[in-house]
C-alpha cells in the first residue's frame, strides 16, 4: 500500500518518489507495502539500511518548481534525508538501544477440523445430489480401523496459528563525533536482529558509517561519507522472490484443510516427528505454476529456503572550493555505489510430498546480482554581493549517473537431499522448467541546471530553473529533455503597512510555481529503443536460429509531468499557530504504458507506447499549534489533510478500455473512461439468498411474476444464453436491474472507487517540564471503497479450502433466510463479482504513541553520562472502521490504468511494542 506524494503520475510502475541522501540521489529497492505517508524515522532508516539514530532529518518536496530542479528521477516528488554530521567540540560517545516486540492481531476465526468436516459433505451433496463416496475420498471417512487416514484427518489444525510467533527486535549503535577547528568527525556501528512474526522469516543488519570534514584552508573544505550494510534476510518459499503472494504462506495456511495433523501419523496410528505431506489429497497437489499450489505450510516454513544475503558500500566524496569568498563557490561530489547480493531458495520434498521424478522435489535456486554505480554533481554558485534591498543567487549543476548491473542465476532439481540446497551439487538441469541464465545491463544519464534566485526587501522572492536532461533509456532522436520551472514568493507581511499586526502575526506570504519534469522509459527497458534477437527454443542439425524478439522503438517519448501550485502561509501568536494550504494540477503527458497487448498478426504480441494524458489535483493543509505553553507545560497539537483527485484526459485507441469478465466468479469490470478517475469497479448488486423455489422466479419493474408465453413462472436466469444458469433456491441474489428475468451484464452498476476522498493524520504532543514528551498520532482516510477480496476467497464455499466461521450461518433447508449462500462445489454462481464484498474503506487509525523521558543532567551525571532518556513506543494498537477485513489502509493494486483497491490481506497490521534507551557520554 505505497502512497505515493500526490497521486499517481505514471502508469509503468515507477511511482515512488526520488530518495535523495545527502545531497545525492540513492538507488534502492522500495517494497510495496512501504508507506510514505506515515513513516517513521525507524522505517526510513531499515529502507536505507542505515541506523535511524544516524539520520539528522528529513523533508519532503512537492512542489512543481522544486522537484523539477532534480529532473527525471522526481517525476514523483522528492524525500530528502541528510545523515549526522560532527561538531566541533570533545568527542561524544553515544549509544541507542530499541527492543521491540511483534506481535499478530487475531486473523479471520476459520473453521475448525470438526465444523470442516461437516461442511465438505454438506458442499458435495448440494451438487452431486449424493453423499460423498468416503470409500474412495478417505479423508472424511473417519474409521477407526483405517488407523493411518482416521489419525491424519480427525484433527483440528489451526494452521494460522501454527505458523505464527512472537517477533522479537534488537537493535544497538554506538556513535562517536566531535572535532576541532579544522577537522571533524562522525562514526558510528550499528547491529539490527530481528525475528519475523512468521516462523523462518527474519533479518539481520550490520551496518557502519563514517562521515568526515576537514577544513584545509578559508577556501577549500574536504567532506566524506562512507557507508557500508550487510543485510541479511529470510522469506518464506513462494514463487515470488520475497516470498509474498497468493502461494505464500501464511495465505496457504488459511486455506489448508484443518482436519489434518501437521505431523505424520503412521499405520499403526503413532505420532511421528515427520511432517505430513501427501503427494496429493481431495484438496489437491502442489504444482509449482498453479497459482495456488497446495502444500504443508509448517514444513514449507521450516525446512525450505529462501535466503537474501546484500552488501553495499556508498564512498561519498565532497569537496568545495571558495573561488571568491561568499561571491564564487564551487562545489563538486562524486559517489560511488557497489552493490551485490545473492538469494538462495531451496523447495523441500518434505513440504511438498511430491515423488522424486518431478522438478518441484528438492528444487534448488541461486541467484545473484552485482550492480556499480559512478554519480557526480558540480554546482558553481555565485552570490554577487548587492545592497541590503537586493539578493541574487545562481546555480550552474552538471551531473552525470552511469549504472552498470550483472545478474545470473541457476535453477535445478532434485538434489539428492533436502540437506543439500545449494545448485552447485548434482540435480536435473534439462527440464524446460530449469534454466540457466544471465544478463548485463548499463544505464546513463546526463543533466544540466541553470537555476537563478533573486530576492527583493526580503519579500518578493522569484525562481527560474531550467533543466536538460539525457538518458540512454530513450532513442537517439529523442534522448534529450528540457524541462523550464519557475516559482515566487511574497511576504505580503513584510509590508510597511501590515506593522500593525506585527504583535501576532509572525509571517503571512503567498507562493506560486509552475515546473516540467520528464520521466524516461523505466530501467527494466533499458534497450528498448533496438530490435534485439533471441535464439529459438529448437534446434536443425544441432543450430538454432534467431529471431526477433521486440519492435524496435525509436520514437518513444519521455513522460512529461507539468505542476502547477500555489498556497499560503500564515503563522500566528509568537509561532504558535501555523497554517499552510497548497492547490496544485499535475499533468502527465506521453504516458508510457509498457508491453500493450497488439495482434499476434504483426509476429508481436506486445509493444510499449506513449498512449495518453493524465491528471492529479488536489489540495493540502496543514496545521502547526501550541496552545498551552507554560513554565511546566507545552502541548502541541498537528494536523494535516489532503485530497487528490486523479482523472485520464486522453488515451490513445490501442490502449485497452475495459479489464474483467462478469460472466465469471470472482472478477470485477473496470471501464477506462475519458474525464473519470481510476480506480473505479463495476459489478452486480448484491440482494440476499433465494430463500425458497418462489424468490427464484423473475418479476417485472411492479414485483409481478413475469410468465412466459405458456403461461409458466419465468425462473431466474444467469448470462443466458451463454451460460444460461437457472438460479435455484440457496443461491446468491443479484438485483435484476432491467427486470428482464437474466442476470447478465446488462445488470452491471457502479459500485465503488478505491482512491480516497479525503487523507490525513493528526497527533498531540505533550511535554512536561521538559523532560517527560508523551507524543501521539493518527492517521485517517475517507470515501473510498474496498474490495475485500480475502472475505471472498473464505466464504465462497466452491472448493475443498478452508472456509471462516462466517458460512457457519449459510443456507441449509428451504426458508432460511441469511446472507450467505449455500455451498456449491464447483458451479454455480455465488460469489460473482458484486457488491457483497465492497465495503467502506473509511477508517481512523490509532498508529503510535511515545513516552519519551530524558533524565536531568544532575542523574546523568551520576553515571558519568551527558545525556540519557528512554522511550516506550506502542504501534498500531487500534483502527476505528466498520471495514469487516483484515486492513482497510488498502491502495490501487495492479498493472496500468486499471488498479483495484483490493484486501488480501492474511492479516492485520502488525502490534509491536518498542522499548528504547539512549545514552551519551
Known sequence: MSIKIRGTSTLNGNTNPLI????????TTVPNDFNFSTADQNQYADLLSIAPSDIKDISILKDAAATAVWGAQAANGVLIINTKRGQKGAPTISYTFKGTLSRQPSAIPLLTGDQYSTFIPEMYMNVAGVPLPTSTIKEFAYDPLDKYYYNNYSQNTNWVKAITQDGYLTDNNLSISGGGDKARYFASVGYNGQTGTTVGTGFKRLNTRLNLDYIVSSKIR???????AHNVTDYNYSNASNGTGPDGVRNIAMIRMPNMSIYEYNDAGVLTPNFFSPSANIQGAYNPTARVPIYNPLAMATAAQNTLITDRVIPHFNLTYNIIPEVLNLNGDIVFDIANGKQNRFLPQIATGRPFTETSVNRAGSSDYDTYSVASKTNL?????????????????????????????????????????????????????????????????????????????????????????????????????????????????????????ESFLDEFSFRGGIGRSGNPPPSRFPYIYYNTFVSTPNSYLGQTGLYSNNIQLDNLRWEQLTGLDAGVNIILFKQRLNIDFGIYRNRTRDLFSPNLGISSVTGYDAVSLNVGTMDNQGYELSIFTTPVKTKNWIVDFNFNIAQNINAVRSISPFYQTSSGNVSVNGQYLQLLQVNNPLGSFYGYKFSGVYKDADATIARDANGNKIVSPSGQPVQMRFNYPATDYLFQQGDAMYEDINHDGNINYQDVVYLGNGSPKFTGGFGPSITFKGNLKIQGF?????????????????TNMASFNNQSTAILRRWRTSGDVTDMPRALYNTGYNWLGSSRYIESGTFLRFRSVTARYTFDKKFANKIKAKNLSAYVTAENLMTFTRYTGQDPEVSLRGT????????????????MFTLGLTASF
Not at 401 to 427: E, F, H
Not at 786 to 794: D, S
Not at 896 to 911: N, R
Open 20 to 27: 535523495v541522501v545527502d545531497g545525492v540521489p540513492f538507488q
Open 222 to 228: 574536504f567532506t566524506t561519507f562512507i557507508s557500508y
Open 381 to 501: 554558485i555565485f552570490t554577487p554581493r548587492l545592497n541590503e534591498k537586493h539578493a541574487l543567487t545562481g546555480l550552474l549543476s552538471i551531473q552525470t549517473n552511469d549504472n552498470k548491473s550483472v545478474t545470473q542465476s541457476q535453477l535445478i532439481a532434485g538434489t539428492a537431499s533436502p540437506y543439500l540446497q545449494d545448485p552447485s551439487v548434482p540435480g536435473r538441469i534439462t527440464n524446460s522448467d530449469l534454466s540457466i541464465g544471465s544478463g548485463l545491463v548499463q544505464q546513463r544519464s546526463v543533466a544540466a541546471l541553470l537555476n537563478a534566485q533573486y530576492k527583493f526587501l526580503d519579500r518578493y522572492i522569484v525562481n527560474v530553473a531550467l533543466r536538460g536532461e539525457g538518458s540512454s533509456n530513450v532513442g537517439p532522436e529523442r534522448r534529450y529533455g528540457l524541462f523550464p520551472s519557475a516559482s515566487f514568493r511574497y511576504r505580503f507581511s513584510g509590508e510597511k503597512f501590515m506593522k500593525k499586526f
Open 778 to 794: 493518527f492517521s485517517f482516510r475517507t470515501g473510498s471503497q474496498i474490495i475485500n477480496y480475502t472475505k471472498m476467497i473464505t
Open 896 to 911: 496500468g490504468i486499471f488498479q483495484l483497491a483490493q484486501d488480501d490481506s492474511a492479516t492485520p497490521p502488525l502490534k
